[in-house]
């Protein structure tokens, strides 16, 4: 980078930084806040899934679902060891949260953030079930992988390394997810209450891809942490799942 550049600049046409020494201090606030949010959001949806196991129909289900916990806590570790060379304490910081604590079903939060952590909204809310569990990794599956896309080009060159060494894995968590989904449209019981469930989780996945116009993305994006607009990202989102969903018969 040019010592006469200014790092906004730099960072617009493209630049990186690879080291915590070389970020300044409002960039460095956006990017913990990201990676935070990251975190929070695999620790808690490990969480959550974790519970779900022993309700799987069959041994490869409940394979599929162990898989999905132990890599979700283990992509958190990996974006966790990023934040400690910025300081973060890493063996304090996956206990410090009661990560699978949910609200109320009926509760209606939007995209705010909830109690002391970070993780998306939707991550407050509580599986209900096999296929509940399935129906919210598909459609959440889906969006981690159109928002880890867009991490990815992350400007600081440590965390989009990671970002898409994580990317294939959460590729697979959603097609795990499909597949078990493909079965659960087979059964007609089993349909109705998937029908019910898309219902229920759709807008609140749709709510963590944040607010149309959002300022903090403005930010984000002078700084080249963010490229695509929240609502560009959402369209994607949709048209994906509502082609899966249409395909079975559940939108």
């Known amino acids: 980078m040019s010592d006469t550049m200014p790092i906004e600049d730099y960072l617009a046409q493209g630049g990186v930084l690879s080291s915590p020494a070389n970020v300044p201090p409002r960039y460095r606030g956006e990017l913990l806040r990201l990676m935070a ?3 929070d959001s695999e620790l808690a949806g490990s969480a959550g899934f974790a519970d779900t196991i022993n309700d799987a129909p069959g041994i490869q289900e409940r394979i599929s679902a162990a898989r999905i916990v132990l890599e979700k806590a283990d992509h958190a570790g990996k974006v966790l060891r990023v934040m ?6 890493g063996g304090r910081y996956a206990v410090h949260h009661p990560w699978a604590v949910r609200l109320a079903r009926e509760a209606d939060i939007g995209a705010a953030r909830q109690g002391g952590d970070m993780r998306l909204s939707v991550f407050h809310y509580p599986l209900q079930g096999w296929v509940d569990a399935v129906v919210m990794n598909v459609l959440m599956g889906r969006a981690s992988v159109v928002q880890l896309k867009e991490l990815s080009r992350v400007s600081y060159q440590p965390l989009a390394e990671v970002f898409r060494a994580i990317l294939p ?3 697979r968590h959603a097609e795990l997810g499909l597949a078990g989904l493909v079965q659960i449209a087979d059964d007609a019981e089993a349909r109705t209450e998937a029908k019910a469930s898309v219902a229920y989780w759709y807008p609140r996945v749709a709510a963590s891809f944040g607010h149309s116009g959002s300022a903090r993305f403005e930010t984000q994006s002078r700084f080249g942490l963010r490229h695509t607009q929240n609502e560009t990202l ?3 989102w949709q048209a994906e799942v509502d082609a899966q969903l249409s395909a079975l018969g559940l939108n």
């Open 37 to 39: 949010s990251f975190v």
């Open 84 to 89: 400690e060379t910025f300081g973060a304490d």
């Open 169 to 171: 894995r959460e590729t």
């Open 234 to 236: 959402l369209a994607e």
